[in-house]
């Protein structure tokens, strides 16, 4: 349904997409994740044909972006990230407006569809009031209201959840998971729970350059397993440890009781029993002491993420994910790059 | 064509709603209307002179087009000249600010349609205020039959007149996203077509006659006066065509800098 082809954007001397290359399936509800200024915001402009990329092509519905921007334009909903309506309308006029520009020409009909997506959107009570007098998050249902108005195939949401409340971001989170299917959504987003329960893929961009692409369960399955381990020893251990086969990287923390509370992260395919034992065995070597061997667990998504952007921070020697970066420790930066590179698929 | 008659619809709805259409109607009534007042007063008291003098200056020409309606399409067209700025503004400035250009880019409209729908929105506000003039020709009646050919080709000048302005005010909307700078640059650029050929009237060389060409108000006197040429009518046309082509090239400009 989407394929973009090595797309690149430039801004002035800015970098801002590079050789991005992706696709997305019908009925997909895909997730764009990454650290603000990522190049999120920027690819979405160009799927729904509203900048040209500086290299490269984008696909939408069978069409190109460049050759047949229309044909895209008919078949796309868009929610921009700061959802700029006109502020003197009403909310239905404003979305009969809409529903007029996309082929809507009947009266009727016109507004048969605006009253069912104001139903769908929950603005029906709002309907006549002045956009400028609504509250934020009744501002961005009206916004998703005009992306969905043309009964588009494809959606294209930019934060479609930013600045509402819990119960607002539960409401339309389930509104736009009940889109998937039918239609094909893009939407992006730095919360990951959200895009976890939303979304059947992801992607994952960072300075411009796609560092992973894969189903959430793919992405959890490959970024392998972790073991937490709380042993009294020093620091070093840690080096000792990561020489045991099958450990990707290790985060050490140092607890006031002198302990050292272990993250270790393993290899997918790695044996978790026949590493736990030497680890063991390891620990008795060098008379330290096990205070703590937590079982296995999946990583979590927030953490492979993490990862991944920081592998990528070190790779192009960059701070444009400062706000990401912030979080982790030193240790993590000089990680080993986990088996995830930058060209996915 | 649809596209456009929707487009239209809600630029007219976004000057009605705000009271910036009111403003500026309501302003140019009130000075147009004194300028008015004040021909058909000057007109009334020159016929009394004259007719007390008539048996010794013989007959003399004093028109009703010459005297009233001339003069006062010439003031209305230095009060459009202030006031076109302020109803171009906004165009694309405000959507460029707002950022809703962004989602009128990702709708199913041209560039064109984009144009179109703006400018002929402009062009009706203008419309109406013409229009709401047109009573006065209804005073005139109640003494005198109006010049209805000069009235009317005196009109449709100041319209294109008009439509030239505000087609420069849309292009110059769409360079910044600042409604008070578009109106500065608006205004400047049209008081600039309006004075150029002041310094070279009456001189003879090739450039000279060009600046007094292209000069907006040489092409005025003709209209005023109730007479419509082809050349000022070709002069406008081109002038509109001209500046609604640069707005084009100015909003591709726009998509390709991001």
Known sequence: MIVAENISKKYGAFLALDALSFEVEKGDICGFLGPNGAGKTTMMRILTGYMPPSAGRARVAGFDSMENPMEIKKRIGYLPETTPLYPDMRVAEYLDFVAELKGFTSRDERIRRVAGVMEGTMITSRQSSIIKTLSKGYRQRVGLAQALIGDPEVLVLDEPTIGLDPKQIVEIRSLIKNLGGKRTVILSSHILPEVQMICSRVLIINNGRLVASDTISGLSAAAGRKVSARIKAPLQAKEDLLRIKGALNIVAREEPDGALLLDIFLEPDCDIARWRAELVSMVGEKRWDLVDLLSSAVVPLEETYIRLISSDLVKSGDNGGEEAAGERSADDRESHDITYSGDAD | ?258
């Open chain 2, 1 to 258: 064509m649809r596209t456009i008659y929707t487009l239209v619809k809600r630029e007219l709805k976004a000057y009605f709603h705000s009271p910036i259409a009111y403003a500026i109607i309501f302003m140019f009534l009130l000075i147009s209307g004194y300028f008015f007042f004040a021909g058909m007063n000057t007109y009334s008291l020159a016929s009394f002179e004259i007719s007390k003098m008539a048996e010794r200056m013989g007959p003399q020409e004093l028109t009703i087009a010459g005297f009233v309606i001339a003069p006062l399409l010439g003031n209305m067209s230095v009060v459009m000249l202030l006031m076109a700025p302020l109803l171009t503004m906004r165009l694309f400035s405000e959507e460029k600010k707002t950022g809703s250009i962004e989602l009128l880019f990702t709708w199913p409209v041209t560039d064109f349609q984009m144009v179109m729908g703006k400018y002929l929105a402009s062009l009706m506000v203008v419309a109406i205020m013409l229009a709401l003039t047109l009573p006065y020709a209804g005073f005139v009646w109640l003494h005198t039959a109006p010049p209805w050919s000069s009235i009317f080709s005196g009109y449709l000048g100041l319209l294109l007149l008009v439509a030239s302005f505000l087609s420069l005010g849309l292009f110059f909307s769409t360079l910044t996203e600042n409604q008070i700078v578009s109106a500065v640059l608006t205004f400047g650029a049209l008081l600039i077509f309006w004075i150029m050929g002041w310094t070279s009237a009456g001189n003879t060389d090739w450039f000279s006659q060009l600046i007094v060409y292209l000069s907006i108000l040489e092409h005025f006197h003709n209209p005023s006066k109730g007479v419509l040429d082809t050349r000022d009518v070709v002069y406008y046309l081109s002038f509109i065509g001209f500046f609604l082509f640069l707005t084009l090239r100015s909003l591709e400009a726009e998509k390709i800098g991001g």
